[in-house]
Structures are given as C-alpha cells and as structure tokens.
Nanobody, 124 residues
Framework: QVQLVESGGGWVQAGDSLRVSCNAS????????MAWFRRAPGKEREFVSF????????TYADSVKGRFTISRDNAKNTVYLQMNSLKPEDTAVYYC?????????????????WGQGTQVIVSS
C-alpha cells in the first residue's frame, strides 16, 4: 500500500506561483507512475499532469501546459507540481495519485492510490 499526503496549497493572487508537494509512504514510489488531478468547485475531477517512473515522460493538460511543471525525487519519495502564472480558473483541490504499473494514464480510474488533496485558491 502507498499512502500519499499533499501539502503546499494556499491562497495566492493571479500571476503568482505556488509549488505543491506529494509525499509518499508505505512503499518506494520509484516503481509508480505519479500524477496530479484537480477538482474545481462544481466540476468533475480532471487530469493535470503525470510523470513516469524515471521522469523521462511527462504530460500536461492543455489548460496548464507551459505554466505547470511536474517533477519527482524518488530518493525523497516525493512528487512536486510547480505552478506558475496562476489563474483564477486554477482554483481547485489538487490531488496526488499513484499507479503501480508502467503505463502512464490521464484517466483517474486507472490510479489506485490517492491523497486527501490540498486546496489552491487563486484570486483575481
């Protein structure tokens, strides 16, 4: 089992930057694809980004491409999401997720492990 805990959320102004983190415990995450999803108020959970086990493959939703960067430090069992040029529409609860095979996915049903989420609020 993998336990995921997100941190780093907060309230920022439009145009600001914020980095959220996801710390894993229970098992080393080196063998897991890691991803970030988000759920905005009144909306369905949506894919943000994933990163492969060796960090060679990353993918981003069109809405965040060029502004967000996903990274991981397997030695620290931690995944990061650096968010720049934040917009009010980025306001959401951000969730970290992990899947224990070699196939990255944008589908949240494919991920077996989830954190509790961290709230990000971007004001205009």
């Amino acid at each position: 089992q993998v336990q995921l805990v997100e941190s780093g959320g907060g309230w920022v102004q439009a145009g600001d930057s914020l980095r959220v983190s996801c710390n894993a415990s229970g098992r080393p995450v080196v063998g897991y694809v890691m991803a970030w999803f988000r759920r905005a108020p009144g909306k369905e959970r949506e894919f943000v980004s994933f990163i492969s086990q060796n960090s060679r493959t990353t993918t981003y939703a069109d809405s965040v491409k060029g502004r967000f960067t996903i990274s991981r430090d397997n030695a620290k069992n931690t995944v990061y999401l650096q968010m720049n040029s934040l917009k009010p529409e980025d306001t959401a609860v951000y969730y970290c997720a992990a899947k224990g095979d070699w196939f990255p996915s944008q589908v949240f049903d494919d991920y077996a492990y989830w954190g509790q989420g961290t709230q990000v609020i971007v004001s205009s």
